[in-house]
């Protein structure tokens, strides 16, 4: 498809698409800042176990790994957040620059490794040679002599959200732990840790805790922890708890890996930052409404595009570019009010006033309004468009909302139904008819909950949308053939019998990445992408293999025989399609005389090369013939035949 | 490519067509021509070379055609030849077409012309031919039928294609019957109907025409293959027990976009006099202005916006801490994190991951695993190469085994050399005469968010406990009720089909996409009617946006039940407001913080190290509008010195944050006032440059986040109207 867009007219991009308004939701920004505890306990390795697959991890070097992976992740995923590490209870002290820190504020024993900011490659190298490099490690992990102030801790994190990320939607602090109570004597500092802690709360910094337990020692929030940490829902203890309100000790005794465990818990911390539509109403009937907010749970994620950099400078900047419109015909600059909509019709422009184009596109208000019910099985399996969007019942505008969303989720996933809608995202958006399908929670092995439960809305092609099938021969396999296809099929089940997308990276992307990392670490380029995504081929070797060559038999022995009764009948056999018998014609016609379909086969291009007659051969069929070999098919005859030659020459 | 296609039109502009019939409002010519300017503005739409048309006038005044020396073929006018017609032509046969005084001009002759036209035009080529003949059938026509038969084998051996439309003509098929026919009518109709019959052409009403255009019509556009190659399981180059099938990839779903609008300026260049090569009536006269001269003079003509770009890097010494480079001195790259990675223009292909075409099957899945919600794309059909029967065989044996197993393919797709690979879901397709595997793209780990909502089911509580009877749970009787309505509710066979039987109601084929055919029809529309207002929409356009009344009312007595059980309230506009809850946050242990700061003094101190906190706890402490005063007096001097201070914008963003807090606590303490003093003062200091010089930017950034003034409506105290609070926002 972008090879279709290359070839529309330069002016029909700058136009008003409908899409759905996903960049406003990505920017609910986050900052993250990771505030490591560093001691003797938390730099031992917990004690041997006898697994084959120990984890060396110390605490702090599975944290700092965590971290560090957490940080490649988000520089792919979420391009615009923050990050940041805080080591506390070091021998050293470090804190940001000097013209930031502004004069007298000092907080001993804690250590700005990276300042909370977009990361940049330095980061990311200072936080990678900390976790890789022994030496490194062990110049900065030096546990300090005197116990390090909480509540200096939790204000210098204050500190740094204060300046460094001001009006971010979601600030939050992420605190590594195995010290249940760090100011067990000192009753004074435990205060004035809780007071530190409220004003986190009221700057809407929300503090997460990974506490680690160890096997001699189970971690208790209460001792301390429980004065810090704030609920971020009102206190009804008839609430319905926050999904992962606090998450479980991770403790480095039961086998499992720490990194792994402590990675698993900071993953289960992602919340939906913001709806992609908030409160749009439900109408189940006629005046019958409750409220939903929708989320975006699938969404194909794209390498950020390029951009223009400036190298005059003492390094790299990324030139920031702002546009201006201008007339076409004095380059005057012109005012967003003097600007006409106009359609191109007729190779020439119909005007309408902005009150009359607001007016054709007004469908009514927003929201989600069910026309009734049908089984899923009407639904075909080819009736998509783009990703669904996750719905969720909310009370903000009805209240009752949840236990009438509730019934109805249930109600059709027990019939296997799905409401039929019609559904306005936002004020003038294009309508679309959409199905709501019911969807239930699912777990990973260990009850983290994979996918929520709750509804799925479903854009549905309009008839406009639904392309007819090419026409083609149908030969229907006989029965032979397909058992012995079923046998290879039953051989290749995927794991679990599943497709897990958290199996599959997406191997373009991380490679796309992963050369930037290495230019901008100005390391030596990977010379091999990791890709998930190629069929394991030994395996299906080895398991299928046999059954292939025994279908390969088969098929060969199945086209004969139908070959010797349906040779001539095939070609008279072609349905005549009355709307363009003159192209089928002179199709049939090329095909009768034997050899020569439109298409050329191997065979004869490999002919024709030798003979060095490839230029003889209509553009069509060089295009097809390089098609089919993934070759471009773009340009002028001659380079169509350079490239068949090349081709063969490269053979 | 669309094939190239040429119709002709013979319009009836007789005497006996300006006539009002039939209880209709305007007269037959111009009923007649909703149907035609409906057909050739939607050819103009296509925008296409090879769409081409040409009108013929029929009974017309005058005689103007190649055969006009002869006695039948006079009143006979070609209005258009055959061509591409863009809108100034459009617009010209507009004002030609129209009632003449005439009775005289045979239809059959004007046929003859057209047939001439055509064959003239098109020669041998490849072309779809037709001709459509529009009439009132009160004319008189030779009605020789020898004549007759000779002119529908010409058409019929040419492969042209004749439709006539007539005006109150009967069609039993249809159900339409005019009483009372005029005798010559009906003969009239009588011979064109065989004239039809003659060459298979269509011969229809108008109100049937008509009554059509509502139902929009659906572009057929010729596939073209996505992907061309194999199907393979295993790798063919290594292994010789790999499978590989030679298949094509189409498209099954692909959304049409509605017409989309480009902006335009008027032309501020007409002193240079080259306007006309920009012709005058080409633009619709704006409503706004419609001067006397507008016709001639081109005061209308439109420019295009272009959009230019300037890049700007960050530069210490610049005034304002930014500085213009040029476009040409930049080079490419992109951006790792906050790092500018530069790759020279050469290079750029490296971070590109390299890949052989191909569609790889990876493994199996059973249809009963697999969420429907996963698919990420439109679909597609994998055929076999079309003109290998072995191949078709061999990809049936795939698709019948997958059906009997009741299982979908995984597959990795990469549909040319050094494209992106995409993990595609294959699933059989078996229908009656046809075959086919079907594909969706399925998402990698990067697509999927894992964000995380509690159960539906079952409620567990803050304190661990498992309930239930829950507000937010349904109770027996909600969950009956909603049954009990969705199963009353059913669409599937509420539907009718051609044969009146029972059938789903709103198939996907019936749902037109509103938004496309509502501005296509407009913008045809003002092509033909510039003065009038746009029609209403069609209502095939928005049927599907309410549930069937008939459906309602079967339901109605359930949708009570519902309600009642449901007991749904809404929430008050007014209690939507956040009304702090004040004091009330504790962390998880319940301590309570505020005493431990208790012992502070009533007035306190606000510092600009720590400000939003403490201005919180200061208004959390607060005894009476004094203190809130107080406090909020003391966070503005804090934010205006940042400002002084700032260097550049650098301080901006933490003013907009404390700003924020300072009015949302205001709005919540309803103090209105109080913030309203505090932005205007704000105000005046910015633009009086007080605030260490010219801080417009500052003023932006507090328009941009719409910082100005409490209105009314968000705070009832507030004296500030919705006028004032607009004005004080754009106003320097």
């Given at each position: ?322 546009t201006t419109q201008i007339a076409d015909d004095t380059a005057r600059t012109v005012d967003k009010v003097e600007i006409k909509k106009a359609y191109k019709f007729g190779g020439e422009q119909i005007t309408f006033t902005p009150e009359e184009v607001s007016q054709l596109r007004h469908f009514g208000d927003p929201g989600i309004r069910i026309i009734g019910f049908k089984p899923q099985s009407m639904l075909p399996f080819w009736a998509n468009t783009r990703p669904s969007t996750f719905i969720y019942p909310s009370e903000d505008d009805y209240v009752g909302s949840t236990r009438v969303f509730s019934a109805l989720q249930q109600k059709l996933l027990k019939d296997k139904k799905m409401a039929l809608a019609w559904f306005i995202a936002r004020k003038n958006a294009s309508p679309v008819i959409a199905a709501i399908l019911p969807g239930a929670e699912k777990q990973d092995d260990n009850g983290a909950q994979i996918i929520p439960p709750g509804m799925w809305l479903w854009p549905l092609p309009f008839a406009d949308d639904i392309r007819q099938n090419p026409d083609t021969n149908l030969i229907r396999a006989p029965e032979p053939l397909i058992d012995s296809m079923r046998t290879v099929i039953q051989q290749l089940q995927l794991p679990k019998a599943i497709y897990d997308p958290r199996k599959y990276p997406n ?145 | ?689 007080e605030l260490g010089g010219d801080r417009r930017e500052m003023w932006w950034e507090i328009r941009k986040n719409k910082l100005g003034l409490i209105e009314k409506k968000v705070s009832e105290v507030s004296t500030v109207d919705e006028e004032e609070g607009k004005a004080f926002l754009l106003s320097i």
């Open positions: 498809m972008a090879d279709e867009n290359k070839w529309k007219p330069p002016g029909d991009e700058e136009e008003e698409e409908e899409e759905l308004d996903e960049t406003a939701y990505k920017s609910a920004k986050d900052a993250v800042l990771f505030v490591i505890e560093v001691s003797e306990l938390m730099l031992t390795a917990p004690p041997p176990v006898g697994r084959k697959e120990q984890d060396q991890d110390t605490p702090v070097s599975a944290a700092l790994k965590c971290a560090y992976t957490l940080m490649q992740q988000r520089i792919i995923s979420n391009p615009n957040d923050m990050m940041g590490v805080l080591l506390y209870g070091t021998e050293q002290t470090k804190f940001q620059k000097e013209e930031q820190a502004r004069g007298a504020l000092a907080y001993p024993h804690c250590y700005l490794l990276t300042d909370l900011d977009i990361p940049a490659a330095e980061d990311v190298k200072a936080l990678r040679s900390l976790v890789e490099d022994e030496e490194e490690s062990k110049k900065l992990l030096v546990p300090s002599k005197e116990r390090v102030s909480m509540a200096n801790v939790l204000f210098c994190a204050n500190q740094i959200f204060t300046t460094k990320a001001p009006n971010f939607a979601s600030r939050r602090l992420f605190i590594v732990t195995d010290d249940d109570d760090p100011h067990e004597k000192d009753k004074a500092l435990k205060s004035s840790a809780a007071v530190r802690a409220k004003d986190l709360y009221d700057l809407g910094v929300i503090i997460e805790l990974f506490p680690i337990s160890r096997l001699d020692h189970e971690f208790d929030r209460s001792k301390f922890y429980d004065d810090i940490v704030y609920n971020t829902r009102p206190t009804d203890p008839e609430a319905p708890a926050p999904i992962f309100g606090t998450a479980a000790p991770t403790s480095t005794s039961d086998g499992i890996s720490l990194l792994r465990s402590l990675l698993s818990s900071i993953n289960s911390k992602a919340v939906a930052r913001r709806a992609l539509f908030s409160s749009v109403p439900l109408e189940i009937g006629p005046g019958f409404r409750i409220s939903v907010k929708g989320y975006i749970i699938f969404k194909r994620q794209e390498p950020k595009r390029s951009c223009y950099i400036w190298l005059e400078g003492e390094k790299p900047q990324i030139a920031t570019g702002t191997p373009a992307l991380q490679w796309h990445y992963r050369i930037l990392q290495a230019m901008a670490l100005e390391e030596d380029l990977p010379e091999k992408p990791e890709d998930k995504t190629v069929p394991k081929y030994k395996q299906i070797h080895k398991r299928a293999g046999a059954y292939v060559v025994d279908w390969g038999h088969e098929l060969h022995r199945q086209f004969e025989e139908w070959r010797m009764e349906n040779e001539s009948a095939v070609v008279l056999g072609k349905r005549p399609a009355k709307d363009d018998m003159a192209v089928r014609g002179a199709k049939r016609a090329k095909g009768d005389d034997g050899e020569g379909t439109a298409e050329v086969d191997d065979g004869q291009m490999m002919k024709a090369f030798e003979k060095q007659t490839v230029g003889k051969m209509t553009i069509p069929q060089l295009k097809s013939w390089l098609q089919a070999k993934g070759r471009p098919v773009g340009g002028k005859k001659a380079q169509l035949v350079e490239r068949v030659e090349e081709f063969f020459e490269q053979k | 490519m669309a094939d190239k296609e040429a119709t002709v039109y013979i319009l009836d502009m007789g005497s006996s067509m300006g006539e009002v019939r039939n209880g209709r409002k305007e007269s037959d010519l111009d009923w007649a021509m909703t149907y035609v300017w409906e057909k050739i503005t939607s050819t103009v739409a296509t925008d296409r070379k090879g769409a081409q048309l040409g009108v013929i006038g029929l009974r017309t005044d005058r005689t103007e055609n190649e055969l006009d020396k002869e006695d039948s073929f006079e009143h006979i006018s070609v209005l258009q030849e055959i061509g591409q017609v863009l809108l100034p032509g459009l617009k010209e046969l507009r004002s030609k077409v129209k009632v003449g005084n005439t009775h005289d001009g045979d239809a059959i002759s004007a046929i003859v012309i057209a047939i001439q036209m055509i064959t003239k035009h098109c020669k041998k080529l490849k072309w779809k031919r037709r001709i459509v003949l529009v009439t009132d059938g009160r004319g008189s026509i030779d009605a020789d039928p020898d004549g007759i038969a000779e002119i529908s084998k010409k058409i019929k051996e040419d492969e042209m294609e004749l439709v006539v439309v007539g005006v109150d003509f009967d069609d039993l098929d249809y159900g339409f019957k005019e009483e009372d026919k005029d005798y010559d009518k009906a003969t009239n109709e009588s011979t064109l109907k065989a004239l039809v019959e003659g060459c298979d052409g269509i011969f229809g009403t108008m109100q049937q025409a008509i009554e059509e255009l509502g139902t929009p019509r659906l572009k057929t556009t010729r596939p073209v293959p996505s992907y061309k190659g194999q199907l393979t399981l295993g790798d063919p180059e290594t292994y010789d027990s790999a499978l590989c099938i030679d298949v094509e990839r189409y498209p099954r779903v692909m959304i049409r976009r509605p017409l989309t609008a480009s902006q335009y300026v008027r032309r501020t260049d007409l002193s240079n006099g080259h306007h006309s090569t920009q012709s005058s009536n080409t633009v619709m006269p704006d409503t706004d202005d419609p001067g006397p001269t507008a016709a001639q003079a081109d005061p209308n003509s439109l420019t295009s916006v272009k959009n230019a770009r300037t890049y700007q890097v960050t530069d210490a010494d610049a005034p304002g801490g930014k500085r213009d480079v040029n476009r040409d001195d930049l080079a490419k790259g992109y951006e790792y994190g906050r790092t500018a990675v530069h790759i020279s223009e050469s290079d750029l292909n490296v971070v590109k991951l390299e890949t052989q075409a191909g569609l790889e099957i990876i493994g199996f899945v059973p249809w009963s695993n697999y969420d429907r919600y996963m698919s990420m794309t439109v679909s597609c059909v994998v055929i076999a190469q079309k003109t290998n029967s072995k191949a078709i065989m061999a990809l049936s044996s795939l698709i019948h085994a997958l059906f009997e197993l009741e299982s979908y393919a995984v597959a990795r797709l990469v549909t040319k050399t050094d494209k992106e690979p995409v993990i595609v879901l294959l699933a059989p397709s078996i229908e009656v005469d046809y075959e086919c595997l079907l594909d969706v793209q399925l998402p990698f780990t990067e697509d999927v968010r894992s964000y995380r909502f509690p159960t539906l089911d079952k409620v567990i509580t803050v304190s661990g406990k498992k309930i239930e009877g829950h507000r937010n749970l349904p109770d027996d009787a909600l969950n009956k009720s909603m049954s009990d309505y969705v199963d009353r509710m059913d669409l599937s066979t509420f539907g009718k089909d051609d044969n009146g039987e029972e059938a789903e109601y709103m198939p996907m084929a019936e749902t037109y996409s509103p938004i496309l055919h509502r501005i296509d029809q407009a913008v045809r529309w003002r092509a033909v009617h510039p003065d009038e207002p746009v029609p209403p929409v069609y209502e095939i356009l928005t049927r599907y946006s309410k549930p069937p009344e008939q459906l309602v009312a079967k339901a109605k007595r359930q949708l009570e039940k519902l309600v009642v059980a449901a007991d749904v309230k809404k929430v008050p506009a007014k209690t939507q407001s956040r009304k702090r809850t004040r004091n009330t946050m504790t962390p998880l242990s319940g301590l309570d913080v505020t005493a431990l700061l208790g012992s502070k003094p009533r007035k306190t101190k606000i510092t600009a190290e720590n400000p939003i906190p403490e201005f919180k706890q200061a208004l959390d402490m607060a005894d009476g509008v004094g203190a809130i005063r107080d406090a909020a007096q003391q966070l503005t001097v804090i934010i205006e010195t940042q400002i002084k201070d700032s260097f550049g914008d650098l301080a901006y963003s933490r003013a907009v944050e404390e700003l924020n807090v300072l009015r949302e606590e205001l709005t919540d303490l309803e103090e209105p006032g109080i913030y309203n003093d505090i932005i205007r003062g704000l105000k005046r200091k910015l633009i009086a440059e």
